[in-house]
């Protein structure tokens, strides 16, 4: 069973920024595109970035120019930089692989308060 383990969430203000972190077992990791998902409150999971295994990278329009997605093969490790933080940037934060084929970790809970 592939284990995704988020962190880096916490409460943040609006205007902040925050860095997520995700470790993927490395047989996965090196051989994936992978992708930061976000589920709002009563909303459905989104994907929000992807970065592919050259470093290609895509953003949802709505995070564009404020998040940076990005990954260390070495440590098997994707990366979410956000800044500007907005409060419709609050939810739980999942990665996994794009397509999203593995099962959902923890996740990690961003709060942005005005």
């Known amino acids: 069973q592939v284990q995704l383990v988020e962190s880096g969430g916490g409460l943040v203000q609006a205007g902040g920024s925050l860095r997520l972190s995700c470790v993927a077992p490395g047989s996965i990791f090196r051989l994936q595109e992978m992708g930061w998902y976000r589920q709002a409150p009563g909303k459905q999971r989104e994907l929000v970035a992807r970065i592919s295994r050259r470093d290609d990278t895509n953003y949802v329009d709505s995070v564009k120019g404020r998040f940076t997605i990005s990954r260390d093969n070495a440590k098997n490790t994707v990366y979410l930089q956000m800044s500007d933080l907005k409060n419709e940037d609050t939810g739980v934060y999942y990665c996994?692989?794009?397509?999203?084929?593995?099962?959902w970790g923890q996740g990690t809970q961003v709060t942005v308060s005005e």
């Open positions: 996994n692989a794009w397509p999203p084929v593995y099962d």
